[in-house]
């Protein structure tokens, strides 16, 4: 079992930046390949971002260029780095564990223009 803890969300202007954090707490397997998605208002949820137990990284087409994934093994933390944030970007966030297929809570970003 995996208890996934979304953190970093917040209210930015276009433009700007965040970085997003996934504390992870229990079995360290499931740890290995995680993800991000997103949730706009009336929309369904998104991939965003993933990477593998080989640090391979995929990025959904949308935010390609602007946002980074990364992951602290040590911390067993995943994050997000977000930059040149658009107003379409505006969303809850959530991790996920593909091997444990457990989510998180979610954080909110809101972009204004």
């Known amino acids: 079992q995996v208890q996934l803890v979304e953190s970093g969300g917040g209210s930015v202007q276009a433009g700007g930046s965040l970085r997003l954090s996934c504390a992870t707490f229990?079995?360290?397997?499931?740890?290995?390949?995680m993800a991000w998605y997103r949730q706009a208002p009336g929309k369904e949820r998104e991939f965003v971002s993933s990477?593998?137990?080989?640090?391979?990284?995929n990025y959904a087409d949308s935010v390609k260029g602007r946002f980074t994934i990364s992951q602290d093994y040590a911390k067993g933390t995943l994050y997000l780095q977000m930059n040149s944030l658009r107003p379409e970007d505006t969303a809850m966030y959530y991790c996920?564990?593909?091997?444990?297929?457990?989510w998180g809570q979610g954080t909110q970003v809101t972009v204004s223009s």
């Open positions: 996920k564990s593909n091997r444990c297929r457990a």
């Open positions: 229990g079995a360290t397997q499931c740890t290995y390949d």
């Open positions: 990477i593998d137990t080989d640090g391979r990284r």
